[in-house]
């Protein structure tokens, strides 16, 4: 089975602090995902990596930055939290290519910043 | 640019009943995937069902399948015989083939009634 982790379930942080999202994945997923998600808003795409150390933003990176420096592992990074980044991160892997009819998802950390 | 619209924010429906959930994409590609996604309260999101768009036949499984007419460009699901734990948020999802990105609707909020 696929395992997605999420380094904390729940986390609260201060404004202006630097926030540290970890997401572990155990099968040798080329593809890792960082997803916030709001009611009403769906699921929305903040970074994309496709290989170690490569990324791609997605549709709201502003005010994040990620991390890949292996293979297995994907941070996501709030240089400096704000409270409208309050939110459910959902962390995803997939196979590439022809392979990558499916995510898996973590189970998610729940950010409040106060 | 791909949009997924999920146009029922809720549902409600009796157990034992049969229930579909809506959903349209707009696409011009002509090769792509099409999903539902299942999150559980509290739990992590899981792939329900998946249809590729050059295959005519309707995907199912289990109690789960799929109505997906492609000209109308529309992709409904349907559940049968519903399941206290089939209460959940499902998201209508789009991948294009030529990219391992996917696009997720804004959500359908399921309620099962005793």
């Known amino acids: 089975d696929v395992k997605v982790t999420q380094s904390s379930r729940y986390l609260v942080k201060r404004t202006g602090e630097k926030v540290f999202l970890e997401c572990v994945q155990d099968?040798?997923?080329?593809?890792m995902f960082w997803y916030r998600q709001d009611p009403g808003l769906g699921l929305r795409l903040i970074y994309f990596?496709?290989?170690?150390?490569?990324?791609e933003k997605g549709d709201i990176p502003e005010g994040y930055s990620v991390s890949r420096e292996k293979k297995e592992r994907f941070s996501l990074i709030l240089e400096s939290a704000s409270t409208n980044q309050t939110s459910m991160y959902l962390c995803a892997s997939s196979p590439s290519g022809a392979l990558a009819y499916e995510q898996y998802f973590g189970p998610g950390t729940r950010l409040t910043v106060t | 640019a791909q949009t997924v619209t999920q146009s029922q924010p809720e549902m409600s429906v009796q157990e034992a009943e049969t229930v579909t959930l809506s959903c349209t994409y707009d696409t011009s590609e002509s090769d792509y995937y099409l999903f539902w996604y299942k999150q559980p309260p509290s739990r992590q999101m899981i792939l329900v069902i998946r249809?590729?768009?050059?295959?005519?036949q309707n995907a199912t499984e289990n109690r789960f399948s799929v109505n997906f007419q492609k000209a109308a460009k529309s992709f409904s699901l349907k559940i049968s015989d519903s399941q206290l734990g089939d209460a959940a948020m499902y998201f209508c999802?789009?991948?294009?083939?030529?990219?391992?990105?996917?696009?997720f609707g804004k959500g359908t909020r399921l309620h099962i009634l005793p």
């Open positions: 249809q590729e768009a050059y295959k005519q």
């Open positions: 099968m040798d997923h080329e593809n």
């Open positions: 999802a789009y991948r294009m083939n030529r990219d391992d990105k996917i696009i």
């Open positions: 990596s496709y290989d170690v150390k490569m990324k």
